[in-house]
């Protein structure tokens, strides 16, 4: 897979279809009252970030996180990200679980639990999962603002992408910072100025 030419990015995303209000509005039929009226009650409906495998399969699954503001963001990580979000991405990004289990700094016995009893992270797992979810929403939104999206699988890309030494990062491979937030931020940091052109 070739990488696509990334253009400036304009000012503000209006090119996206849903906003994150409208987004929020339109999950809420695919979740779990028992589960997600208690976190509507408690922080407000539009800072409820989607988390049902419903959810999971729709088109800006990736977007929508790397859209998100940071009480969105803070708050999805508090509750705990299902351990079946991270072999959704990571399938989707074509790792194997112990890889990703091990880019992340997670427990392998921990996490094997976790996804066997359909249970949440905690929140250190949580964030580092949803930085993962947010760094492949950052290229997929990319790709769109460069005009050409049709048949670019950013999940496949940002695997590959993540293995590969970056002169930006000191010959490291981004994979290598992915266990931190400050890490994953970085990462980000790089595919950003990757954009405006700061790296051929």
């Known amino acids: 897979m070739t990488k696509p030419t990334l253009n400036e990015p304009t000012t503000q995303r209006k090119s996206q279809t849903m906003t994150l209000e409208k987004r929020a509005m339109t999950v809420v039929v695919v979740r779990k009252a028992n589960v997600e009226g208690d976190l509507r009650a408690k922080f407000g409906t539009k800072n409820v970030l989607p988390t049902s495998v419903v959810v999971m399969e729709e088109k800006d699954y990736f977007v929508h996180a790397f859209q998100a503001d940071l009480m969105q963001v803070a708050t999805t990580v508090k509750r705990g990200v299902p351990a079946d979000q ?14 990703s289990v091990a880019a992340l ?9 976790k996804v066997a009893s359909k249970g949440t992270l905690s929140p250190e797992a949580s964030s ?3 930085g993962l979810r947010r760094l492949i929403g950052q290229v997929e939104a990319m790709v769109r603002e460069s005009g050409n999206p049709e048949g670019f699988d950013a999940a496949a890309w940002v695997g590959d992408w993540l293995e590969r030494p970056q002169p930006a990062l000191g010959g490291k491979t981004p994979s290598s910072f992915m266990d931190t937030a400050e890490g ?3 990462v980000m940091q790089v595919l950003a100025q990757a954009q405006a052109g700061a790296y051929a």
């Open 86 to 99: 991270m072999v959704f991405i990571t399938n989707k990004m074509g790792w194997s679980q112990d890889k």
């Open 105 to 113: 700094g997670l427990s392998r016995a921990t996490f094997g639990r």
């Open 128 to 130: 580092r999962v949803f």
């Open 184 to 186: 994953q931020q970085l």
